[in-house]
């Protein structure tokens, strides 16, 4: 039995100097409330800190708090 509900996403964005592509892994945390998603990307993040092709974002009460995600480059 795995400790995560996982399953793969694409989203495509459009921003003023282009096409960018990112995409990522969606995964609820064994505690059932946080929402962690892991991918790459080419293009930041808003909000990012470190910088990078992939990234780690972290959405904790995914589902009740309306706070942003943390999100780490690299």
Sequence with gaps: MSSR???A???VSVNALGKATYSG???IETDGTTLTVSG???AP???ETGSGNYYVA???DFF???IGPSIVAF
Aim: net charge negative.
């Design 64 to 66: 009740t708090s309306e």
């Design 9 to 11: 996403v694409l989203a």
């Design 58 to 60: 972290t959405f904790q």
């Design 5 to 7: 509900s996982s399953c």
């Design 45 to 47: 993040l808003y909000g």
């Design 40 to 42: 790459t990307k080419d």
């Design 25 to 27: 892994y969606l995964s």
